[in-house]
């Protein structure tokens, strides 16, 4: 059942969708609403006439260049739309309340994990009715799928089109785990490198030779990121992923009860903080960890200084590709799968299905959202993954015996200059603009849409990690690690998809967990190793008294109804 106050919202928003949709109709739809659609993106009597739409993404975008790229231009010439886009900077989640309660919207928004706070505004359009009339490639793309868009049991409504979640496919690209520079692994002789113990020996023998750099500077063993969201992929994440209970945020979810405990009162995790304790103890963690920002970071990264890293390949990849163009392709990182000990398994590869959720949808601010959502379906369209996914036939890559094949001198581009390519190219911008299929899949040409399979990206690698995977008698990354077959999908997706209202007392009392893990947890890992125990237990009390354990209530009711409404 739907809520009186959101019967009333809603009411609002089909109203202003069916006028719009009925002041469109015969505007390049031959004059009945109706899309005829080739498959490759392109409409008859679809409109490319220019028009720009405002954007606002939580993600950052350093390297946008206002679709000046050559995949933008192509968007452009294809759709005839030009994006005014504002990406995130400082405190994305703030940014996304204060356009909530301003009332002026963007045309087009993609507010992740708090599209909440737009949906209780009554800022977002329902999609439904748009996607059914005007996009062909979305429908075909979502299929059966296309429920898991709604937005929950209450509320079906669809606000958005779901971007950060491909479509089947597989996962071939391990860009997580635990880092450690190739001269390190290769000084130390390619020992086994699966448990904290075995890592952190590596770092330690390596600093023991190499105190410093050829310049006199001091090498760090390990070094954390530990500014503002950055904590959770660096400094929190792991202590998840490191005791067989990743993928879900915040929370680990009983797979047979679907209740859920903030992650930091379950088995194991303990021991990972005091294990990064003892590692501030003995010198091999950067002191700094913990007062720099993410510039500081990169910065040392880029010194190629730094051994070993706890991150994902995109959280340090602008630092490791001034290694690249330098060629110090030694001083760069390989991904090991690296457990608190031999008792856990490490699933971070355990599949959560297509989980839909984080997207990017269309305002009640937007003056043609026809147009708009047309722009979105081109986006899904083969044509356009392709473009997005590979660039321009003819410059990024060519056909040979039916295949799509990057030119040697491309490649080296993309694997020693890539920052520079990216910019020039626009391949990958739009990735989380427009719904897409996953790695593995192919398209009507037998070509894979993405070039995230195994023989395309070993293309990508080094001649550094070449010799690191040889060592270990494996192809790829994800060669090292356990493999998604061995782990059953996840019911409810993952838990960080998972959307809470704003003003729900789950979100409130997240919130004040947040700032006490982000406090105190840190504080532990600097602290002499007498104290920890008790700063531990310390820390646990204040969870109790602030209300963690209601929280996990609510929070499973939530995911309880995910996973009901998936299976519905």
């Not at 070993?458 to 790829?476: G, M, P, Q, R």
Request: aromatic share 10%; net charge negative; charged share 25%.
């Amino acid at each position: 059942m739907v809520k009186a106050a959101e019967i009333s919202k809603l009411g609002m928003v089909f109203t202003l969708a069916a006028g719009v949709l009925a002041g469109c109709a015969g505007n390049g739809n031959n004059g009945n609403g109706n899309v005829v659609s080739d498959n490759t993106g392109k409409e008859q009597g679809n409109e490319t006439s220019p028009v720009t739409f405002s954007f606002f993404s939580e993600d950052g975008n350093p390297n946008w260049r206002n679709m000046q790229d050559d995949v933008g231009k192509e968007i452009t010439k294809q759709t005839g739309v030009t994006l005014d886009a504002e990406f995130a900077v400082g405190d994305p989640a703030q940014k996304v309340a204060l356009i909530a309660t301003s009332g002026d919207y963007p045309d087009l928004i993609s507010p992740k994990g708090d599209l909440n706070k737009l949906v209780d505004a009554g800022a977002m359009i329902d999609l439904t009715d748009l996607i059914e009339k005007y996009a062909p490639n979305l429908k075909k793309l979502f299929g059966d799928q296309i429920n898991r868009l709604r937005y929950s049991n209450d509320d079906p409504s669809i606000y958005v089109i779901p971007t950060y979640s491909a479509v089947d496919g597989k996962t071939f690209v391990a860009g997580g785990g635990f880092e450690l520079q190739h001269r390190a692994v290769k000084e130390a002789g390619y020992p086994q490198i699966k448990t904290l113990q075995d890592y952190e020996n590596i770092i330690k023998s390596y600093l023991e030779k190499h105190p410093t750099d050829e310049n006199g500077n001091k090498n760090i063993g390990l070094t954390l990121n530990g500014d503002d969201w950055h904590t959770y992929i660096t400094v929190t994440n792991p202590a998840a992923e490191t005791t067989g209970k990743s993928g879900d945020g915040e929370y680990y979810i009983d797979p047979k009860t679907n209740e859920a405990t903030y992650h930091y009162r379950t088995k194991g995790e303990k021991e990972y903080f005091q294990w990064l304790n003892h590692m501030y103890n003995i010198g091999l963690l950067d002191k700094e960890s913990f007062v720099e920002k993410n510039d500081q970071y990169l910065a040392k990264i880029a010194s190629g200084r730094v051994i070993g890293l706890i991150d994902a390949d995109w959280g340090y990849a602008d630092g490791e590709k001034a290694l690249k163009a330098d060629n110090k392709l030694d001083q760069t990182y390989g991904h090991y799968s690296v457990m608190l000990s031999d008792a856990y398994k490490d699933n971070r590869f355990q599949s959560t299905g297509f989980m839909a959720g984080w997207g990017v949808g269309i305002t009640t601010s937007c003056k043609d959202p026809v147009r708009a959502i047309k722009f979105l379906d081109y986006l899904a369209s083969e044509q356009a993954q392709v473009l997005n996914n590979w660039g321009i036939e003819g410059k990024h890559y060519t056909i040979q015996d039916g295949k799509r094949v990057v030119p040697e001198d491309v490649q080296k581009r993309i694997i020693n200059d890539n920052t520079a390519f990216s910019q020039e190219s626009g391949i990958g911008f739009y990735s989380n603009i427009g719904a897409h299929y996953g790695d593995g899949v192919k398209d009507s040409t037998g070509n894979y849409y993405t070039k995230n399979f195994p023989e395309q990206i070993v293309s990508t690698y080094t001649s550094a990690d070449k010799e690191t995977l040889k060592a270990y008698n494996a192809t790829t990354w994800k060669d090292l690690f356990p493999k998604e077959e061995e782990f059953p999908v996840k019911a409810w997706g993952a838990a960080w998809n998972i959307a809470v209202p704003g003003d729900d007392e789950v979100t409130i009392l997240a919130n004040k967990m947040k700032d006490i893990t982000w406090k105190q947890i840190p504080q532990m890992i600097m602290a002499k190793p007498e104290d920890f125990d008790k700063l531990w237990d310390n820390y646990q009390k204040a969870l109790l008294d602030a209300g963690v354990e209601k929280m996990e209530k609510g929070f499973t009711k939530y995911v309880q109804d995910r996973v009901k409404l998936w299976n519905e």
